[in-house]
């Protein structure tokens, strides 16, 4: 019998069919993957430069004690693509921009900083911005930053049904651009609050999507200070075979001629599945959840195996249900950053 957390993400993998079944993929991007297969890290992911041309917008919203700036810059993503390249700067300008919220008290800001990576589908960042965001910025006393991933929220192309459509596709030249591009924006803002902010400490949490580009962040040097990833990993080949909402990307996979061997081949090819940490164990937080059906107990487990074992807080329920044990999260993640030793 299903527990209540399967059961839920199990009715939003049905209830996913009439998102996602309006459309499929029909630019089969396979034949380009050549410049990502067998890359090196730093072909994947460059370092980035600090960025000059960093706008504060704001304050947008002023509550009791906190304020919320807007931040604004040029993306320092390149496609590798020759063919994406075109798209990128034509039909999907719109993600050459940046945006992050900033939220510090209203004395001005700390020397710590905590930035979040919201989940695929997002279109905005008031859910956030109004429940989990501040309950971070006064427990754990950080200042926070909410990044904008590609292809969601004000960065969507108006081609796109929905927010998030064009990140996470059968598409796969678009989808590895998305993924790279998202963690070079994150690192461009780690290097701005470190070079020009005098942040002394940077830690990055995520949701979902945005917890395994967290773990993809740990990979990566300079590295953040910490990791907390929530209910995420980077098995990402092996959640495209099982978890229900990513049903489209597999249907499109086959209709492209890639089954399931020929599928998990090509993912191990694209090195996220087999990324390793440069940060140590002990900076590290996981926080899965014990019936995730899309982010399975299992593959994580796997995962903190192969990267030697972190500090991981289990939380009851599935994927979707995961905020009815936000006060658990929290708790665990207070514990977590006060026992940090400074870097």
């Known amino acids: 019998m299903l527990t209540f957390g399967e059961a839920i993400d199990r009715a939003v993998g049905i209830a996913s069919h009439l998102l996602h079944g309006i459309r499929g993929v029909h630019e089969d991007t396979v034949g380009d993957l050549g410049p990502y297969l067998d ?9 980035p430069a600090v960025p000059r041309d960093v706008r504060r917008h704001g304050p947008r919203l002023a509550l009791g ?34 945006t992050a919220r900033w939220i510090h008290p209203r004395g001005g800001q700390r020397r710590q900083a905590l930035i979040y990576v919201h989940g695929w589908l997002e279109p905005g960042p008031w859910v956030e911005e109004a429940v989990l965001l501040p309950r971070f910025h006064d427990e754990l006393g950080v200042d926070v930053f909410h990044v904008q991933l590609p292809f969601h929220g004000s960065r969507n192309p108006k081609s796109a049904l929905f927010h998030g459509e064009f990140f996470w596709s059968a598409d796969l030249v678009r989808t590895m651009e998305a993924v790279r ?51 995420g990993h980077l098995k990402l080949g092996e959640a495209v075979e099982e ?30 599945d087999t990324l390793l940490p440069r940060l140590a164990p002990e900076r590290q937080l996981w926080i899965p959840a014990t019936d995730d059906v899309y982010i399975t107990a ?3 487990k796997q995962q903190w195996e192969e990267w030697g074992r972190p500090p991981i807080e289990w939380i009851p329920g599935g994927h979707m249900t995961f905020p009815l044990a936000l006060g ?9 950053h006060r026992g940090l030793q400074p870097t």
């Open 39 to 47: 890359a090196p890290l730093e072909t994947l992911f460059p370092t």
């Open 243 to 272: 978890a229900p909402i990513l049903w489209r990307m597999r249907s499109d996979l086959e209709r492209f001629g890639l089954d399931r061997d020929k599928r998990r081949a090509l993912f191990r090819r694209l090195g996220l």
């Open 328 to 336: 658990q999260l929290l708790a665990r993640a207070r514990e977590f």
């Open 298 to 300: 299992a593959l994580v």
């Open 181 to 231: 591009q998202s963690v070079i924006d994150v690192r461009t803002l780690m290097a701005w609050l470190r070079a020009t902010q005098g942040y002394e400490e940077i830690g990055v949490t995520g949701i979902s999507l945005g917890g395994g580009l967290t773990m993809a962040l740990a990979c990566v040097a300079p590295t953040p200070d910490y990791i907390m990833p929530i209910i």
């Open 65 to 98: 004690p906190r304020v919320t700036e807007t931040l604004r810059w040029t993306s320092q993503h390149v496609p590798l693509c020759p063919h994406y390249r075109t798209r990128h700067a034509g039909e999907y300008r719109l993600n050459q921009r940046v």
